[in-house]
């Protein structure tokens, strides 16, 4: 039964967003491979899409292939043609097909022209989102890291050679996969989103020229139509070319609807996101489904309103892959986690939600010619028996790479490390107890000599800590942990790893530094050291052999460990940390193998004695033990 509110809503909402239809509705064209289907606007006031001059509704779910195991791609779009949706939506996630050496991958779950077909071989069409920024959760919103390895670095914008230049480069790889799988062209791509929410940015060098810099490319290469994914006010919509469509962040307000409308004259409106959950860091609360966007789809299947669902899965930020989020300044500094489960209605393993089923019921109720597939069954998940990782050796152990010396410390972006790890040494004098401050991104672990002093964390603002005082001269060493970049707002452009600035003892400037780094991006292999502290590190390197006689999806418990990393047979599932409130790591099957896997654990404080046991469960913990409220875009 409908509230009063819900029904008042979708009666004011129709009453004013005339941009579609049921006809829209209706239109159940599919993409047929070499058959060319041609895509425009049109209708009354050019405000509906058309596709062969009919009109059509786009009923979207966004799925990066690039956070979803390559095996379940299929899976994960038949669930969303069950649900009775028509498109698949994704980013293309350019720090991840960019290698650090220049070269190109587009391998495994990088193969984003395969996940292009295989959408349109099981009757899907695409909205292709190559960036190049997207935002996303990502690490710095897709841009790779080396675009800010100096100091002052102007993103996005038309004014930085070395920025366009690197831009084109990627972008000639994204046309060479998009342009032969347009619609036009007999593939499944109905649009191109040129670039992500420039509207959010607020940098003092936003400008229109960037935006129509992008329409220019890919006119150039013969794609249109595009559209644009932006925030709903005056603000947001600035940036928006004459004749792009507007997918607004989301379109679940009847206010925001007419805006864009006003703003933008003769072009479809739709909502480019439309959020059934939202994005956790951690320290907050665990993932919920929003409610109220069940209302938001049963407008839009009332008025025939295009739509995205953002995300429908979200799957996993694999590796270092995840972003982090902060105000304009730095402040508030929130990483997120490695699970990009985000409350949809299809889980991180594949798992369909009650929300699932509640979205399929709305859109197929209202599309009662359609005749949408049966929904496939959840990939089978499984335990694995509690096993006890032996310890391997301490984190000075590892193979560091030596950087020199320096007068003051050095980013990891000036060393060409994107993230990771990174020890760095200065000797201090003798004295009274006295403060140490330094700007620490993201964690540092402070040691003076061989004792164990405490922790920098720039999650809670703070750069100091309080040194013992010292008979003699002695050795600090930071160990700096690190999280993301941060993937929004204007502060991506200064977001520096490790020590990131100068460093003080009680008001007086320290130099003379030494460093050394590990990017994580292979296991650590033990090595021979050098460093006296390295009885007392606490933490390391841990090493377990599992047999296994079957291999399905299984949820590695780390709830017992502090904080660290941990691979699986060279895979690195990602970061985990005991602050919440996610507590397993999603292990898919392919990762897996029958027989003996290798399960290695780096940890910043486990207890090399007494190491916890692991086990695998069957699915991610959810238990709610703070509320974190879902914003849907809502940051102002």
């Not at 400008?207 to 006010?233: M, Q, R, T, V």
């Not at 452009?493 to 590990?518: A, C, F, N, Q, Y």
Request: glycine letters at 10%; proline letters at 7%.
């Amino acid at each position: 039964m409908k509230t009063a509110w819900a029904s008042i809503a979708m009666a004011v909402f129709a009453a004013s967003t005339v941009v579609a239809g049921v006809d829209a509705m209706k239109n159940f064209q599919q993409p047929q491979k070499g058959t060319p289907a041609i895509m425009s606007f049109g209708g009354q006031g050019g405000r509906e899409f058309m596709l062969d001059g009919k009109p059509f509704q786009i009923r979207s779910a966004e799925i990066h292939p690039q956070r979803v195991p390559r095996e379940y791609w299929r899976h994960r779009i038949l669930t969303a043609k069950a649900m009775g949706l028509n498109t698949i939506a994704f980013y293309t996630f350019w720090n991840q097909l960019e290698q650090a050496d220049g070269s190109w991958d587009f391998s495994g779950r990088n193969d984003i022209a395969a996940f292009i077909d295989l959408c349109q071989e099981e009757g899907m069409w695409v909205l292709f989102r190559p960036g190049p920024y997207v935002c996303g959760e990502w690490d710095l919103g897709g841009l790779p890291t080396y675009l800010i390895k100096d100091d002052v670095t102007p993103l996005r914008n038309t004014k930085n050679p070395q920025f366009m230049e690197a831009q084109t480069r990627y972008l000639e790889k994204m046309a060479e996969i998009a342009i032969p799988r347009l619609s036009k062209n007999g593939g499944p791509i109905l649009m191109v989103q040129l670039e992500n929410e420039y509207g959010s940015y607020k940098s003092p060098h936003d400008e229109p020229a960037y935006i129509e810099w992008l329409k220019d490319f890919w006119e150039k290469k013969g794609a249109g139509p595009f559209y644009l994914s932006e925030g709903s006010s005056n603000h947001h919509l600035r940036f928006v070319p004459k004749g792009v469509a507007v997918g607004l962040d989301p379109a679940d307000r009847p206010a925001d609807m007419r805006n864009a409308l006003r703003i933008a004259p003769g072009v479809p409106v739709f909502s480019g996101e439309t959020y059934p959950g939202w994005l956790r860091h951690w320290g907050e609360g665990n993932w919920t489904p929003t409610r109220k966007t069940l209302n938001s789809v049963r407008w839009y299947m009332k008025d025939g309103v295009s739509f995205n669902l953002f995300v429908y899965h979200g799957g996993t930020n694999f590796g270092l892959t995840a972003g982090s989020n902060s105000n304009e300044k730095g402040g508030k500094f929130q990483p997120d986690l490695t699970s990009y489960d985000y409350g949809s209605p299809v889980g991180e393993h594949g798992n369909l939600t009650k929300e699932y089923f509640e979205y399929r019921d709305i859109i197929l109720g209202a599309l009662p010619e359609l005749k949408a597939p049966a929904v496939p069954q959840t990939p089978p998940t499984m335990e694995v028996a509690a096993f006890t990782p032996d310890f391997m050796c301490n984190l000075t152990q590892i193979d560091w790479r030596a950087e020199g010396e320096s007068e003051h410390p050095r980013t990891l972006e000036s060393v060409g490390q994107n993230q990771g790890l990174a020890v760095y040494s200065v000797e201090v004098p003798a004295g009274a107890e006295a403060t140490l401050q330094a700007p620490v991104h993201d964690y540092g672990v402070v040691y003076m000599g061989q004792e164990y002093v405490g922790t920098i964390n720039r999650m809670d603002g703070t750069n100091g800590i309080t040194l013992p005082a010292r008979k003699e001269p002695t050795t600090v060493y930071i160990l700096v942990d690190t999280f993301g970049h941060v993937n929004f707002c204007s502060y991506m452009e200064k977001d520096r790893k490790g020590i990131v600035g100068p460093v003080t003892l009680g008001g007086k400037l320290l130099t003379g530094w030494s460093m050394r780094v590990h990017p994580l991006t292979a296991v650590p292999v033990e090595k021979p050291s050098d460093c006296p502290c390295s009885a007392n590190v606490r933490g390391g390197m841990f090493k377990a052999t599992v047999r296994l006689e079957q291999v399905q999806d299984t949820f590695l418990d780390m709830a017992a460990w502090p904080k660290g990393y941990l691979w699986v047979n060279g895979h690195l599932l990602g970061r985990y940390w005991n602050i919440g409130p996610q507590e397993r790591l999603y292990c898919p099957a392919e990762f897996l193998k029958q027989g003996d896997n290798e399960i290695v654990v780096l940890d910043l404080f486990a207890d090399r004695n007494n190491p916890p046991a692991i086990s695998g469960k069957t699915e991610r913990n959810m238990e709610v033990k703070k509320e974190t409220k879902s914003l849907n875009n809502q940051w102002d």
